[in-house]
Nanobody, 120 residues
């Protein structure tokens, strides 16, 4: 499985961004998809997750929404009302395991990450 994250950039506080995660390869093995972020000097943290079919979606922040375009095998992270503390590298990850987890180690495929910078 290969994951390609995109959509990051520089945005002012209060603005919005939509990140995309395009999956390719052995997509049939994907059971869950997650978004994580890592700010400079901080540990990676969970942002959102859902089962690959779109069910059981969960986000850590009410300002964010995770969704999937089934026709494109692409997962999105819509981020609204962005804050400077949302600045981080955002990565998507896929799991072929049985759990829809918030734990990074449960995910066995990772994209390269896309940088989101929110200015105050």
């Amino acid at each position: 499985v290969q994951l390609q994250a995109s959509g990051g950039g520089l945005v002012q506080a209060g603005g919005s961004l939509r990140l995309s995660c395009a999956a390719s390869g052995r997509i049939a093995t994907i059971r869950a998809i997650g978004w994580f972020r890592q700010a400079p000097g901080k540990e990676r943290e969970f942002v959102a997750r859902m089962r690959w079919d779109g069910d059981f979606a969960y986000v850590e922040e009410d300002r964010f929404t995770i969704s999937r375009d089934n026709a494109k095998d692409t997962v999105y992270l819509q981020m609204n009302s962005l804050k400077p503390e949302d600045t981080a590298v955002y990565s998507c990850a896929a799991s072929s395991g049985s759990y829809i987890s918030s734990v990074p180690t449960r995910y066995n495929y990772w994209g390269q990450g896309t940088l989101v910078t929110v200015s105050s």
